[in-house]
């Protein structure tokens, strides 16, 4: 049974989702941001899904862990194209896309590659395993592709303010993800508090982009640090 | 060419990187990743 806790942070989490794509029309940002807009609807689509599930067959059921852990990985493919449209925005002006999207092609084939190898053992469930398997799998390369982006934002200086806090906003929660993940390996006795913890971080990425596209605008540039040097 | 295999390498080191990453977090222990993209109640593992 859900406490009102769970439907608080559930509610609220679906919310901020919607208020990206509300914000982003807003402020003309959608076309520019479509694939980030694109997982905040699936988002909201999947939420309501899992809530009629969840209403309809209980948290226990076998229906819900099913729908919950298909569409949770259907959700962390669409957050991968997500992060590779940062990418074709970062690199827009060197006109690379084409390579990007060919790694990002080439590493998803990969990472589903390995999660099979890693699956292949078990034969009963060997779908489920796999989708669970690739989902993981996923935020971590998520994490690292993340902290990749934020290395080439640096050196290229890349100065749209916006987009440098979208990315950010992406590396504190993949941070904050994993390192809620190690420590509950390393203090297992920590997993119920730590469970919690879980919406509260997914329920912290739609509210920081609502926010920075809402009080950012589009065009607003980051001084870089060198310039304001010189400036004094 | 020789960008596409620059593109193969870099995509092999991130997945190394990342599995690599995922080793690190999970050598003391063995409890389930569990994430939730949506903030919905988060069922057992499979």
Not at chain 1, 7 to 35: N, P
Not at chain 1, 63 to 79: K, M, N, Q, T
Not at chain 1, 179 to 191: E, F, G, K, T
Not at chain 2, 10 to 39: D, E, I, W, Y
């Given at each position: 049974?859900l406490g009102p806790a769970d439907w608080v942070i559930w509610s609220l989490a679906t919310l901020f989702e919607?208020?990206?794509?509300?914000?982003?029309?807003?402020?003309?940002?959608?076309?520019?941001?479509?694939?980030?807009?694109?997982?905040?609807?699936?988002?909201?689509?999947?939420s309501?899904?899992?809530f009629?599930?969840?209403?309809?067959?209980?948290?226990?059921?076998?229906?819900?862990?099913?729908?919950?852990?298909?569409?949770?990985?259907?959700?962390?493919?669409?957050?991968?194209?997500?992060?590779?449209?940062?990418?074709?925005?970062?690199?827009?002006?060197?006109?690379?896309?084409?390579?990007?999207?060919?790694?990002?092609?080439?590493?998803?084939?990969?990472?589903?590659?390995?999660?099979?190898?890693?699956?292949?053992?078990?034969?009963?469930?060997?779908?489920?395993?796999?989708?669970?398997?690739?989902?993981?799998?996923?935020?971590?390369?998520?994490?690292?592709?993340?902290?990749?982006?934020?290395?080439?934002?640096?050196?290229?200086?890349?100065?749209?303010?916006?987009?440098?806090?979208?990315?950010?906003?992406?590396?504190?929660?993949?941070?904050?993800?994993?390192?809620?993940?190690?420590?509950?390996?390393?203090?297992?006795?920590?997993?119920?508090?730590?469970a919690y913890l879980f919406p509260i971080i997914g329920c912290l990425l739609p509210l920081?982009?609502?926010?920075?596209?809402?009080?950012?605008?589009?065009?607003?540039?980051?001084?870089?640090?060198?310039?304001?040097?010189?400036?004094? | 060419?020789?960008?596409?295999?620059?593109?193969?390498?870099?995509?092999?080191?991130?997945?190394?990187?990342?599995?690599?990453?995922?080793?690190?977090?999970?050598?003391?222990?063995?409890?389930?990743?569990?994430?939730s993209?949506t903030g919905a109640p988060i069922?057992?593992?499979?």
């Amino acid at each position: 049974m859900l406490g009102p806790a769970d439907w608080v942070i559930w509610s609220l989490a679906t919310l901020f989702e919607a208020a990206v794509v509300v914000c982003s029309v807003r402020k003309k940002v959608f076309r520019r941001y479509f694939f980030l807009n694109l997982y905040m609807l699936f988002s909201v689509l999947v939420s309501v899904g899992q809530f009629r599930v969840l209403m309809h067959y209980g948290r226990s059921s076998l229906e819900y862990r099913y729908f919950y852990y298909y569409s949770e990985a259907l959700l962390v493919i669409s957050l991968y194209f997500a992060l590779i449209s940062l990418y074709s925005v970062v690199f827009q002006e060197l006109r690379v896309e084409r390579y990007v999207r060919f790694g990002a092609v080439l590493l998803l084939a990969g990472t589903a590659w390995f999660s099979y190898a890693v699956v292949n053992q078990s034969s009963a469930r060997m779908l489920t395993h796999f989708v669970y398997e690739l989902s993981q799998n996923l935020y971590f390369i998520g994490l690292v592709l993340t902290y990749a982006l934020w290395g080439v934002i640096l050196k290229l200086r890349e100065t749209r303010a916006l987009l440098v806090q979208l990315v950010l906003s992406l590396g504190v929660y993949f941070s904050a993800y994993a390192a809620s993940y190690a420590i509950s390996n390393l203090r297992p006795d920590l997993l119920p508090h730590i469970a919690y913890l879980f919406p509260i971080i997914g329920c912290l990425l739609p509210l920081a982009w609502a926010y920075a596209i809402w009080r950012v605008p589009g065009e607003a540039r980051i001084e870089p640090a060198r310039l304001a040097v010189a400036s004094r | 060419m020789s960008r596409k295999l620059t593109v193969v390498l870099l995509s092999m080191l991130v997945l190394a990187g990342a599995m690599g990453l995922k080793t690190v977090v999970t050598a003391h222990g063995n409890s389930p990743a569990v994430f939730s993209a949506t903030g919905a109640p988060i069922p057992t593992p499979f």
